[in-house]
DNA sequence: TTTGGCATGTAATCCGTTACATGATTAG
DNA sequence: CTAATCATGTAACGGATTACATGCCAAA
């Protein structure tokens, strides 16, 4: 058995409610839907799919003569079961794993220095990241008035903009601890 | 080449610069002060040992007889150097992955009740995390008031606090969200 | 005496990324 | 014409976990 716990099979059945589409448009469609928590590479992606066509969950269908050779995949009932089933479950314990908590954590011994410079780094990735995912929820309110599906991807716009800001917030604060001896 | 990228290494050389522990002891050293946001195997920590001694970054000492079978390592000037200058390294840049989020976005694909479950699940966790993280601090601040690395442990604990207090309001806005048709 | 904690280690395996290979089509 | 983009795929490799193997010592 392979490749039992891996999420990419449910990604790609996720997106394929919404729309059929190639293994490419689904890769595209990753990075500006769920590409502030998640990802997936074509190396996932294609043996992803073939598996799901051979499981019955997805059915494939090569685009008609003249196109650009291209293959679009659509989910099956199965497959609708099987995301369905799998949503239920109660998500996978993720270790954390955070390299700049570990560079703060043995701070003293490096150089001051390098250290602000990793934190003014995160500061700024973070405040450029909320200021992103606040244009990204304007935009969906606007674009995406009557999708059904709405609610759910602005919550998770949400999050992302909430630990940006808490990540911003914590950077200035840990700039201000090293600045003086607080 | 192998294990080039692994902070393995850098985690043993960081403990070990407090005081010098065998492979066990840094096991359980790691779980108890960056187990909040960092893990590492023993399949890991052994040959991560093997390996830095090899390289002359820690030396091992085998316990004197009559003890219980053990080594105990120290860092060396090398290690020390080895260490400060991975951590003036810009920390490297980790994709995000959030299996919660992904079956908050695919929602309107399941039962309310269950997605409703997860995020109750996510509240009391955080919460929990967030009074333990409180609690942890409290702790430090009086046990280690006059240890030189305080300022950065707290650092790391400070994250780690703010970040479950983010998630748990989030979970508890989401909850809301789910309960009306705001 | 037997259970549980101390202690070290390895082999199999897994999930996933990276790099590479290939080729068609469209826009400049 | 040629560079970029569309489009699909595979092989090799890499970091890490899991499960297993082994054995000593102390306490109940």
Redesign the interface.
Known sequence: MKNVSS?TP??VL?LL?IEPMSGYDLKAMIEQ??G????ESYGQLYPALHELEERGCVVGQEASSGERRRKVYAITDAG?AA??EW??Q???W??????????????????PE??R??LE?LRSASERDAAQLAALTAQLEHEQANA??L???L??I??GH??AQ?RA??AR??LH?MAEGT
Do not use: I
Not at 36 to 39: A, E, P, V
């Open positions: 999420r449910m990604v996720g409610c839907s769920v502030h928590f998640w990802h609708r995301l369905a949503l239920v109660p998500p996978a993720q270790p954390a794993r955070n390299e700049l908590l570990l560079k703060v954590f043995f701070g003293r011994m490096a150089q390098a250290l410079a990793h780094d059904p599906e609610r759910y991807w919550l998770t949400d999050f909430r630990f808490m917030e914590w604060h840990a601890v």
